[in-house]
């Protein structure tokens, strides 16, 4: 390569490291959804901004506190999951982190995605709560825990379904606490919920494609960019994916499921498989039971559990 053309080639790469250091820094910070909202947002490689996510917030630690601040400090835009304050013990909730912006910058807050409508038996990880995850899969089976505790009996157990008319009742109950969350957000993805029928979540807090998608286009409308996402190729939070019960798809009025088997990072697990293996594993984790029971106990008698 002769001087001139060398020359070119690093004014070029220079050119190209000025480019990216002008565009604005979009830091993500929430729980599981805050890194798929950034490859959302950074689908257009042509986007005018670069938005990067932090250590999730469910397993951020205090030894991280200084770098997650300085990456804070150079934020030109702030897309927040609005956490409570001490969220985990940890001054790292929406209110804590606000003194930590420069002044004047844009702030976008959207909700933590929980939705049991389709899973009314199923209940998630609660980082603040500090219990083990049952074994298998991260999420407890109300069934399960009542067939532990002793309130239903096992093979009783693992019959129990609740009408359709009830199914109808909590899943709207469901919609409603999202509208009630959404509404301190500048994000809206209740009616998403119900478009998307079995596609709206993986598992209770795990959601689908087009829900995330929703967020995403929210957050460029709530800070005036345009609508550049790409809708991905692959599932973002699909990793673990629960089974929908064909008898809540359709008092849900939603197309009939196409599996019955939860699928874990590409393995098929039966529901009988992890159910026996969680009562047994309950049966000797009798504080989790009791965790979970005070927890839900208003969802468990709604269901014919207690």
Same mark, same amino acid.
């Given at each position: 390569?002769?001087?001139?053309?060398?020359?070119?080639?690093?004014?070029? =790469?220079?050119?190209?490291?000025?480019?990216?250091?002008?565009?604005?820094?979009?830091?993500?910070?929430?729980?599981?959804?805050?890194?798929?909202?950034? =490859?959302?947002?950074?689908?257009?490689?042509?986007?005018?901004?670069?938005?990067?996510?932090?250590?999730?917030?469910?397993?951020?630690?205090?030894?991280?506190?200084?770098?997650?601040?300085?990456?804070?400090?150079?934020?030109?835009?702030?897309?927040?999951?609005?956490?409570?304050?001490?969220?985990?013990?940890?001054?790292?909730?929406?209110?804590?982190?606000?003194?930590?912006? /420069?002044?004047?910058?844009?702030?976008?807050?959207?909700?933590?995605?929980?939705?049991?409508? &389709?899973?009314?038996?199923?209940?998630? /990880?609660?980082?603040?709560?500090?219990?083990?995850?049952?074994?298998?899969?991260?999420?407890?089976?109300?069934?399960?825990?009542?067939?532990?505790?002793?309130?239903?009996?096992?093979?009783?157990? =693992?019959?129990?379904?609740?009408?359709?008319?009830?199914?109808?009742?909590?899943?709207?109950?469901?919609?409603?606490?999202?509208?009630?969350?959404?509404?301190?957000?500048?994000?809206?993805?209740?009616?998403?919920?119900?478009?998307?029928?079995?596609?709206?979540?993986?598992?209770?807090?795990?959601?689908?494609?087009?829900?995330?998608?929703?967020?995403?286009?929210?957050?460029?409308?709530? &800070?005036?960019?345009?609508?550049?996402?790409?809708?991905?190729?692959?599932?973002?939070?699909?990793?673990?994916?629960?089974?929908?019960?064909?008898?809540?798809?359709?008092?849900?009025?939603?197309?009939?499921?196409?599996?019955?088997?939860?699928?874990?990072?590409?393995?098929?697990?039966?529901?009988?498989?992890?159910?026996?293996?969680?009562?047994?594993?309950?049966?000797?984790?009798?504080?989790?039971?009791?965790?979970?029971?005070?927890?839900?106990?208003?969802?468990?008698?709604? &269901?014919?559990? &207690?």
């Amino acid at each position: 390569m002769n001087a001139s053309v060398a020359s070119q080639a690093q004014q070029g =790469r220079r050119a190209s490291a000025e480019d990216r250091r002008v565009l604005p820094l979009w830091v993500i910070y929430g729980g599981p959804q805050a890194d798929s909202l950034r =490859r959302l947002l950074n689908s257009d490689p042509h986007a005018p901004y670069i938005a990067v996510s932090s250590t999730s917030a469910d397993a951020l630690q205090a030894q991280n506190m200084p770098g997650f601040l300085r990456l804070l400090n150079h934020a030109d835009a702030f897309i927040c999951e609005r956490l409570p304050r001490a969220y985990r013990g940890l001054p790292i909730g929406f209110e804590d982190l606000l003194p930590h912006l /420069r002044p004047g910058i844009p702030v976008v807050t959207f909700p933590r995605i929980t939705y049991s409508g &389709l899973h009314p038996f199923q209940v998630g /990880r609660d980082p603040s709560a500090g219990l083990p995850d049952p074994p298998l899969v991260p999420y407890h089976d109300l069934r399960s825990v009542a067939a532990a505790a002793g309130t239903v009996p096992v093979e009783e157990a =693992r019959h129990t379904f609740p009408s359709a008319q009830v199914i109808r009742e909590y899943a709207a109950w469901q919609l409603f606490r999202i509208r009630q969350e959404e509404g301190r957000t500048d994000c809206a993805i209740a009616a998403s919920v119900r478009s998307a029928g079995l596609e709206a979540v993986h598992t209770v807090d795990r959601p689908g494609n087009p829900l995330l998608l929703r967020i995403a286009r929210n957050v460029l409308a709530a &800070l005036d960019a345009e609508d550049t996402v790409v809708d991905p190729t692959t599932m973002l939070l699909g990793q673990c994916r629960s089974p929908v019960d064909a008898r809540i798809a359709e008092a849900l009025g939603t197309p009939a499921p196409d599996t019955d088997s939860w699928t874990i990072h590409g393995r098929e697990l039966t529901l009988e498989q992890i159910r026996d293996a969680q009562i047994s594993w309950y049966r000797g984790h009798p504080d989790v039971v009791k965790a979970v029971i005070a927890a839900e106990a208003p969802r468990m008698h709604l &269901l014919g559990l &207690l």
